[in-house]
């Protein structure tokens, strides 16, 4: 099975998102395009992102591209609080602030995945829709 590696960042001066490799250097962060995917000839364009919107691709689920920063919609169900809650990065798993537990193992059971299956939705991103957290 191939993973895919994606990050996205907004790019600077327009807040253009942009997809593709992250780098930085020289205190610049970037996000290069790649190109070459539709034809080897093609030059992979490379932008300069602000380093606070940049985030890893953390999963597909239906056929909807799940990144850090963004924002789910979780239903009330017998485990999960109900609301808007960020998926984030926390010891070696991606999970959303409604399941931060303090011991791993209980992070682990659940995470990300197990919040999707039970009907969390994608419905924006910390950078866009900053009014949808409480």
């Known amino acids: 099975m191939k993973i895919e590696i994606l990050f996205r960042g907004q790019k600077v001066g327009t807040k253009e998102w942009v997809y593709g490799y992250y780098y930085s250097e020289c205190g610049c962060h970037y996000i290069i395009e790649d190109r070459q995917k539709d034809n080897i000839l093609n030059r992979n364009l490379s932008y300069e992102v602000y380093p606070e919107s940049v985030g890893r691709l953390i999963m597909k689920k239906n056929n909807v591209n ?69």
């Open 66 to 134: 799940i990144f850090e920063g963004d924002l789910l919609k979780i239903p009330e169900n017998d485990t999960c609080r109900e609301g808007i809650h960020e998926v984030f990065y926390y010891e070696d798993s991606f999970v959303t602030s409604s399941v931060l537990f303090t011991d791993k193992e209980t992070a682990n059971k659940h995470s990300l995945t197990w919040v999707l299956n039970r009907g969390a939705k994608v419905i924006g991103n910390i950078h866009d829709n900053p009014e949808l957290i409480k």
